[in-house]
């Protein structure tokens, strides 16, 4: 039992730094984003969608956005959707080839969607 178990992370961990060499070699680099930047975004996203909705069709002014009052995106946990996305870099419409058409990524966004 000890041995399956230390065959199957060190297969876990060739898996994962695999990739990544792989990457190097080819020219490719990994980006992370910490969670304050995530959340910054979102509140963001999340004000420009309010304004957005509340602006006529005819508005030529500039949205005016002001600090979010909401904590719940400052403090606490991420909503797991989008540690989910974390997990799968090629669900990004950034990438040359992204897989935006999977199901479980359509599944993660409607689930964050509904959680917003």
């Known amino acids: 039992a000890l041995a399956g178990a230390i065959a199957g992370g060190a297969l876990q961990t060739a ?32 004000q420009l969608l309010h ?23 400052r403090e606490g946990k991420l909503p797991e959707p989008l540690n989910k996305a974390r997990a799968y870099p090629q669900w990004s419409s ?7 058409s999977q199901a479980e990524r359509q599944e993660q966004i409607e689930l964050l969607a509904n959680t917003l």
Do not use: C, F, M
């Open 15 to 46: 898996r994962s730094y695999g990739s990544r060499l792989l990457g190097k070699l080819k020219g490719q680099r990994e980006l992370t984003v910490d969670d304050s930047v995530l959340r910054l975004l979102a509140l963001r996203q999340r």
């Open 51 to 73: 304004a957005l909705n509340a602006r006529g069709h005819a508005a030529v002014d500039s949205i005016q956005v002001a600090t979010p009052q909401d904590k719940t995106w």
């Open 94 to 100: 950034l990438n040359t080839h992204p897989k935006l």
